[in-house]
Nanobody, 124 residues
Framework: QVQLVESGGGLVQAGGSLRLSCAAS????????MGWFRRAPGKEREFVAA????????RYVDSVKGRFTLSRDNAKNTVYLQMNSLKREDTAVYYC?????????????????WGQGTQVTVSS
């Protein structure tokens, strides 16, 4: 049974930092591209960042470039999303996802497994 468990969310002031983690089990982690998505209140789920399994290349939505960093540790079956300079508009539930695609994918439909999400709230 595949499980993706997110952690690290919470309440932070604008300009602060959080590090989200996603621990995977039940799959060959090193063979999965991993992604983070978020859903803000009243909005659709949107792509945030993704990392390939082949060369750990990354891709980010424009709104987080330069502030968020995605990395993976295949030995620990875990991906990390370091979020710096947080803004109120980053407030959302953040979801981790795993995809069998080799390369980076940004569509929700390209992901096979999803975590339950972790709340990130940025206050002014």
């Amino acid at each position: 049974q595949v499980q993706l468990v997110e952690s690290g969310g919470g309440l932070v002031q604008a300009g602060g930092s959080l590090r989200l983690s996603c621990a995977a089990s039940g799959l060959t982690f090193r063979r999965y591209a991993m992604g983070w998505f978020r859903r803000a209140p009243g909005k659709e789920r949107e792509f945030v960042a993704a990392i390939s399994w082949s060369d750990s290349s990354t891709r980010y939505v424009d709104s987080v470039k330069g502030r968020f960093t995605l990395s993976r540790d295949n030995a620990k079956n875990t991906v990390y999303l370091q979020m710096n300079s947080l803004k109120r508009e980053d407030t959302a539930v953040y979801y981790c996802a795993a995809s069998k695609f080799t390369n980076i994918v940004v569509l929700t439909t390209s992901y096979d497994y999803w975590g339950q999400g972790t709340q990130v709230t940025v206050s002014s």
